[in-house]
């Protein structure tokens, strides 16, 4: 198994040319070329990951240094088990002994594609875990398992929460709904989707972050429109940006807002 360094996204061997999703327009390869990593490269550079609370229910786990993108995954933890989230590009025996110490893992499922990470090698590690990967984005992966699950539409884990597909950013472009999260008013977990932008008080809808590449008005309409029906309160992206509270305006009133700069609303201050 082989490790993108840009994206961070497993791949079966032998060792590709390039890889597919760092040569899509959404992201890119680096000026100095394509690299390739491996779990006991990382490991002997002394690759470690740490975990996080965000809040009750809710970890943040992170590789540090950061591998490839440098995501912040989730362990969604209920009564009935976890969600794992946007896993990370590396794994090893600590991190598993931690997740596996919040509960069983019920589900692992990314975002989007970018965030795939080492999913298969976190699932065969968690001792075969299903991964959910959504049908409409099943040609991005790069490593097949017999644990791999696709979907789409909607996609019940455990009661009060739930997968979400969006499209946007990819067409299987997803968000989690842990209806429990922040004291019972409901928490999404996003991708590039649905991004919370620095100013914690605004969210971004784009087809690329590194290439700059907007979505339309009316795809981010459309979207805030389909989250709009569920109950939330807090967003977490998947750097840890967050939108702690009024959420759900803070969606809506973005989306609006993308929309009219998309529209040439306000082109007379350009």
Not at 65 to 79: D, E, N
Request: a negative charge; glycine letters at 10%.
């Amino acid at each position: 198994m082989l490790i993108c360094a840009t994206c961070a996204v497993e791949r079966d061997e032998p060792t590709p040319g390039l890889c597919p999703i760092c040569t899509d327009e959404r992201q890119y390869v680096p000026e100095d070329g394509q690299r390739w990593l491996t779990l006991d490269e990382l490991t002997q550079a002394g690759q470690q990951i740490s975990l996080k609370e965000n809040e009750q229910g809710l970890i943040g786990i992170r590789t540090e240094p950061k591998v490839g993108i440098g995501q912040t995954a989730k362990l969604l933890v209920t009564p009935a088990g976890s969600l794992l989230w946007d896993p990370v590009g590396y794994v090893d025996d600590s991190a598993v002994k931690a997740v596996l110490e919040q509960g069983p893992v019920l589900a692992i499922a990314a975002s989007h594609p970018h965030m795939f990470g080492v999913q298969v090698e976190w699932s065969r590690r968690l001792g075969g875990v299903p991964v959910l990967v959504a049908e409409a984005d099943q040609r991005w992966l790069g490593r097949d398992d017999p644990n791999i699950t696709t979907w789409s539409g909607s996609k019940t884990i455990a009661e009060g929460l739930a997968l979400h597909q969006t499209g946007g950013h990819f067409p299987g472009s997803a968000v989690a709904h842990w209806a429990a999260g922040a004291d019972g008013r409901g928490v999404l977990l996003t991708g590039d989707s649905v991004f919370p932008n620095p100013d914690r008080r605004s969210i971004a809808f784009m087809r690329s972050y590194p290439n700059h590449l907007p979505l339309s008005g009316a795809v981010a309409l459309r979207i805030a429109a389909q989250l709009g029906e569920l109950k939330f309160d807090r967003i977490y992206g998947n750097f840890n940006n967050v939108i702690a509270s009024g959420a759900k305006a803070v969606l809506h009133d973005s989306a609006q807002r993308h929309a009219a700069w998309a529209r040439g609303d306000f082109d007379h201050l350009t």
